[in-house]
């Protein structure tokens, strides 16, 4: 029957096979020695014997300009940024500053009062179109139609039915792109 190696054994051959693993892995073939010192005498400087050079003085011969060495020129390289983006503007900014030129001053007074603040009274249906009626907080009537305008966000009266008037409201997405918004304002019911 073999023999079974013992515990302490086995750990011990483990550890040799796991630092062999690490020095294969991290790239370690060989061990190398540092450098030994080369003894060669150094030659000893008199700074007396020496005159010392002035740091910022001018030579007194320029060195003569040899034939054989070739002139090198850099490549000279410009930029048009015409037709391009500014990578350091804001198209955010533009945005804002398109938004702020399109606000105009409001005309009439239901165009100074927000939509929930009017509530509708009555439509009044009649051969040359449908009228309507609104209160405003105050308890002021005023009479609209199609086309006039209403509200703070430029709004317009797009349509006056038989039980609603829709209000349409323009206005300009995160892309610039203009959308419509409709707003019913409904009669209130009888009951």
Same mark, same amino acid.
């Given at each position: 029957?073999?023999?079974?190696?013992?515990?302490?054994?086995?750990?011990?051959?483990?550890?040799?096979?796991?630092?062999?693993?690490?020095?294969?892995?991290?790239?370690?073939?060989?061990?190398?020695?540092?450098?030994?010192?080369?003894?060669?005498?150094?030659?000893?400087?008199?700074?007396?014997?020496?005159?010392?050079?002035?740091?910022?003085?001018?030579?007194?011969?320029?060195?003569?300009?040899?034939?054989?060495?070739?002139?090198?020129?850099?490549?000279?390289?410009?930029?048009?940024?015409?037709? #391009?983006?500014? &990578?350091?503007?804001?198209?955010?900014?533009?945005?804002? *500053? !398109?938004? +702020? %030129?399109? $606000?105009?001053?409001?005309?009439?007074?239901?165009?100074?009062?927000?939509?929930?603040?009017?509530?509708?009274?009555?439509?009044?249906?009649?051969?040359?179109?449908?009228?309507?009626?609104?209160?405003?907080?105050?308890?002021?009537?005023?009479?609209?139609? #199609?086309?006039? &305008?209403?509200?703070?966000?430029?709004?317009?009266?797009? *349509? !006056?039915? +038989? %039980?609603? $008037?829709?209000?349409?409201?323009?206005?300009?997405?995160?892309?610039?792109?203009?959308?419509?918004?409709?707003?019913?304002?409904?009669?209130?019911?009888?009951?």
């Amino acid at each position: 029957m073999a023999r079974r190696p013992s515990n302490r054994v086995v750990l011990i051959e483990m550890r040799k096979m796991s630092c062999v693993a690490v020095l294969l892995f991290f790239g370690v073939t060989s061990v190398s020695s540092p450098p030994i010192a080369s003894a060669v005498p150094h030659e000893v400087i008199n700074k007396e014997s020496r005159p010392m050079k002035k740091l910022f003085e001018a030579p007194n011969e320029p060195a003569p300009a040899q034939a054989s060495d070739p002139v090198v020129t850099a490549a000279k390289y410009s930029y048009d940024p015409s037709g #391009k983006t500014d &990578p350091f503007k804001s198209f955010i900014a533009e945005q804002e *500053a !398109v938004e +702020e %030129k399109g $606000v105009r001053k409001p005309r009439t007074y239901l165009e100074t009062l927000d939509l929930s603040q009017l509530e509708l009274i009555a439509i009044i249906s009649g051969p040359k179109g449908n009228w309507a009626m609104v209160r405003d907080s105050k308890g002021v009537g005023h009479v609209i139609q #199609k086309g006039t &305008p209403i509200g703070t966000n430029s709004g317009t009266v797009y *349509a !006056v039915t +038989e %039980k609603e $008037v829709i209000v349409r409201e323009e206005y300009k997405d995160f892309r610039g792109t203009v959308q419509h918004r409709d707003i019913a304002k409904k009669l209130p019911s009888l009951e």
